[in-house]
């Protein structure tokens, strides 16, 4: 039947002048019964299914946009909620019930077969999935508010798409949840730190309704292409000088032309990397490592990095929210903050993996000595190449010694592993040394971290400007590259 009605009305021109018929449906929504209208779509609804994309006004180039956006549209115009509540206001419990109201007088009419489709067959579907998230939040009553701000997107998303306008109406007198400040990128970290990812699963599920606002992305695994990243990656890669980057060394030393394998796992959808490198200066840490090799670092956005040994037997706290030089995972549109500084024509990489034209970005990070960051592109956009040193890439005559000043360091994509891919969030999972390590690996010296005090004269540490502020960290405070020093204000040694 659904389908019978779907193919009425998307295969043939629907009529300006139709009327809706409407039946009443006497609901149960905690103690008070509702009397509620389950009409036929109207012209206007049936418009907006059709339609392949979400209209400018409500687009948007993050998923804080896009939520603060789409709450917008919920309280004003055509898809507004007479009685709109901050989705904190509302219990998991009542979310529950109400979206089980909603579900009960929904449109199959109006049903898609894009991020917008129905994500429960039925209603004992969605009934069992409630009674699962109330056993999960009496054993771990820490993850319901990912699970309550989950319910309210879900809400939102059950209004704008799947409600016709006369059954909408007919909530006029019903406080209805609008979306929450936080999605998975806020709430991910946390959760896997705690092994929540069944819940992590769910909530970004439930967050479908960003993603197809959002205005440079595509369904799940498909994305709008190079430069920017998709929405998860993984790679292969060979770095090259120290890892990781804070351990030291000798700036006067030459790059040499072997280096070190990596393999990484970055989403940005849980914000959350894992970085595996095949030799790390480990004893330099003074964090209990008795030998130097492979190590992993992970990193979990709004959460503690952790950096630990092939073995897992022994893990030291890289970083932590609070910390200055807070270590975090790069942003998928990081590119738009470097500035083009034209195309390089006989580029070879010292790793074999690309040989030919590339496009070749910066950042001038120089204070009392030169500092640079760059990133490397082939003509499609696809990296090649992201360094840190006191050159930008090469010295004057081409090779990569720059002399003193900062270690040069840099890493070469094996462009042939470099996929876009939907990751199980578990492959983030905190090691068991790392839940009860005391060791901390901090990344120094924090003067390269910290703003001046505008009071202190005797503070060496050079002031950073709004628009440099605004140009070294994204809108989660995520950096701009691997690692804090994307966010410092360098000094030479």
Known sequence: MAQALWSEYFERPVARDRKPMTNFVKLFFGSVIMVVSVALPSTEDLERAAR???????LGRSAKEIRSKINTALQRGPLRMQLATPCDEFSLLKLGRLQQTLFSVRSPELFTKDLRAPRHESAESLAAELKEEETIVQRHPGVEKALRDGRCAEIAFYWAHHLSEETRASFADTRLPLMSHRGSAEHGPQLIQGGHFDVVRRLTSQLTCVSGHDAFSEPRGEWEGFPAWPYEATYSATGYGQYPFWTGGDATEKIGTSGASIHTMWSAVVNAEKLTHAFCNLTFLDAGFDSNGPCTHLMLGTESSYLYNQEETNCCVSSTPQYVC???????????????????QDYVGESGYYHGSVKHYSVDMTTDGPFYFWYVTDPNGQPIEQGEGPCDMYNPIGDRYCGDGPLTMFHQYDVSTFRSTTLNPSVFAVPEICKSTTQTCYAVPTSLCEVDDEDDDDDEVVALSKTNTELEVDSRGNTLLDGARAKFYRRSS
């Open 326 to 344: 807070n270590l975090a995972p790069i942003n998928r549109e990081f590119i738009k903050l470097f500035e083009y500084k034209g195309d390089i």
């Open 52 to 58: 392949v994309a979400p209209r400018d006004h409500i």
